[in-house]
């Protein structure tokens, strides 16, 4: 991008447009140094804040995860590629997703130093431009194929939470329905059915709970 920008006539629309699409990817380096200054100063306190979540979110209209990502990416530019932030930049920057993936790998994939070294250099010095979040997503799993994976849901915990969920709306609708002129034995009484089935299916399930545990 930079290569080409020099070959180009100034004030010509190809330019315009190749550099508005620099400063369009730059943009969340900037966004992020701000924040970054705002949150570990504390800044946001004396605007009326409480917190910098509160601040971001009521006065930016920023979602506190897109704000934390900002600043972990720009934290990690600045810490550990400083040369991407020097004035002017003389190589392009990759995306926030790409540098928040780079961010995180010590925490999210089991790699030596040598190959995160590795990888981050070719993330930031390819010849056709930074790495898209895919490719740095392929070098990472080549590495260890369980980066950057959510860890397993814990099924019986949630199916439990829902059962137990359901079983205290069941018994409200039947104190509720007891209430009710008019309404058929048949309906009460399919309404006690389902309270007791539900009533069944969360003892049983809280009693393996309790084998299990003990």
Not at 48 to 62: I, Q
Not at 78 to 101: G, Y
Not at 168 to 177: C, G, V, Y
Request: glycine share 6%; hydrophobic share 40%; proline share 5%.
């Amino acid at each position: 991008m930079e290569e080409l920008l020099t070959k180009l006539p100034p004030g010509s629309e190809r330019h315009s447009c190749l550099s508005a699409a620099k400063e369009f990817k730059a943009s969340w380096v900037l966004l992020g140094e701000r924040l970054t200054k705002v949150r570990e100063s504390g800044q946001f306190a004396s605007w009326g804040y409480k917190t910098f979540e509160t601040y971001v979110r009521s006065e930016l209209r920023l979602k506190p995860d897109t704000a934390l990502k900002l600043t972990r990416s720009f934290a990690f530019l600045r810490d550990h590629e400083p040369n991407a932030l020097q004035a002017p930049i003389t190589r392009e920057i990759p995306s926030m997703d790409v540098v928040d993936l780079l961010s995180q790998a010590r925490d999210k994939v089991k790699i030596d130093d040598t190959q995160l070294a590795k990888i981050r250099r070719e993330a930031f010095d390819t010849e056709d431009g930074p790495m898209s979040k895919s490719e740095v997503m392929k070098r990472f799993r080549e590495v260890d194929p369980e980066a950057f994976k959510p860890a397993p849901k814990t099924t019986g915990v949630v199916a439990d939470g829902n059962v137990r969920k359901a079983l205290l709306l069941a018994e409200r609708l039947e104190t509720l329905l007891a209430g009710i002129q008019g309404l058929s034995e048949g309906a009460q009484a399919g309404a006690n059915t389902v309270t007791s089935e539900l009533r069944i299916i969360f003892m049983a399930s809280h009693g393996q709970a309790v084998t299990a545990a003990a």
